[in-house]
C-alpha cells in the first residue's frame, strides 16, 4: 500500500520558516518525480514546487520563488520543502504528491498518488 506522510506544518509568525516532510512507503521515489501543492480554504490546488527523480529539473511556482526550496533524499524515501520568509498568504493546506514518470508536473493532474496533508498557518 502507497502511503506518503506530511510533517512539519504549523503555526508561525510572518518572516519566519517551516521545513515540511514528505516520507513515502510502499513505493521507491528514486525514480518518480515528486511534487508539493497547497490548498487554501474555497480554493483549488495550486502548484508549489517539484522536482525530477533525478533532482535536475526543478520547477517552482512564481509566488514561492527565491523563499521556499524542495529536495529529495532518496536513501530516506524522503522528500522536503524548506518555507522560509513566510508569508500570511501562504497558509494552506500542503501536500504532497507522486507521479509515476521521472520528469515533474505542475498540473494536479499528473500526480498518481497524494498525502493527507499538513496544515501551514502564517500569522501577520
Known amino acids: 500500500q502507497v502511503q506518503l506522510v506530511e510533517s512539519g506544518g504549523g503555526l508561525v509568525q510572518a518572516g519566519g520558516s517551516l521545513r515540511l516532510s514528505c516520507a513515502a512507503s510502499?513505493?521507491?521515489?528514486?525514480?518518480?518525480?515528486m511534487g508539493w501543492f497547497r490548498q487554501a480554504p474555497g480554493k483549488e490546488h495550486e502548484f508549489v514546487a517539484a522536482l525530477s527523480s533525478s533532482g535536475d529539473n526543478i520547477y517552482y511556482a512564481n509566488s514561492v520563488k527565491g523563499r521556499f526550496t524542495i529536495s529529495r533524499d532518496n536513501a530516506k524515501n524522503t522528500v522536503y520543502l524548506q518555507m522560509n520568509s513566510l508569508k500570511p498568504e501562504d497558509t494552506a493546506v500542503y501536500y504532497c504528491?507522486?507521479?509515476?514518470?521521472?520528469?515533474?508536473?505542475?498540473?494536479?493532474?499528473?500526480?498518481?498518488?497524494w498525502g493527507q496533508g499538513t496544515q501551514v498557518t502564517v500569522s501577520s
Open positions: 504528491a507522486e507521479r509515476m514518470y521521472t520528469l515533474p508536473s505542475i498540473q494536479p493532474i499528473g500526480y498518481d498518488y
Open positions: 510502499g513505493l521507491t521515489i528514486s525514480s518518480r518525480a
